[in-house]
Nanobody, 126 residues
Framework: VQLQASGGGLVQPGGSLRLSCAFS????????IGWFRQAPGKEREGVSC???????YYADSVKGRFTISRDKFKNTVYLQMNSLKHEDTAVYYC?????????????????????WGKGTQVTVSS
């Protein structure tokens, strides 16, 4: 399983970014895939997840602002982030894990997040 997040950067409050995650070694026909973030000195926080049937999950802190999507043919998942706030500053990771058998599933047992790759830094600052 390999995952590589990209697309982070510095953005002003209220701005937008789109993160991408290229993955290999598993199929979205069975595994869900999602995003979590970690800010300095804070616990990991599940952000969003999309299941094989297209069902999506979001943390309350990002609902209405973030949108997860996927391209099965390109083995890529995206996170469109709008109306960004200072508190969205963190390293963002894309992650996956077997449904109902993962040790960490912050959004749903169907969205395991046991495997992740290198993250991408998002900084929201004026």
């Amino acid at each position: 399983v390999q995952l590589q997040a990209s697309g982070g950067g510095l953005v002003q409050p209220g701005g937008s970014l789109r993160l991408s995650c290229a993955f290999s070694g598993f199929t979205l026909n069975y595994y869900a895939i999602g995003w979590f973030r970690q800010a300095p000195g804070k616990e990991r926080e599940g952000v969003s997840c999309i299941r094989s049937n297209g069902t999506t999950y979001y943390a309350d802190s990002v609902k209405g602002r973030f949108t997860i999507s996927r391209d099965k043919f390109k083995n890529t998942v995206y996170l469109q982030m709008n109306s960004l706030k200072h508190e969205d500053t963190a390293v963002y990771y894309c992650a996956t894990g077997p449904p109902f058998r993962s040790s960490w599933f912050p959004l749903s047992p169907l969205c395991g997040m046991d495997y992740w790759g290198k993250g991408t830094q998002v900084t929201v600052s004026s």
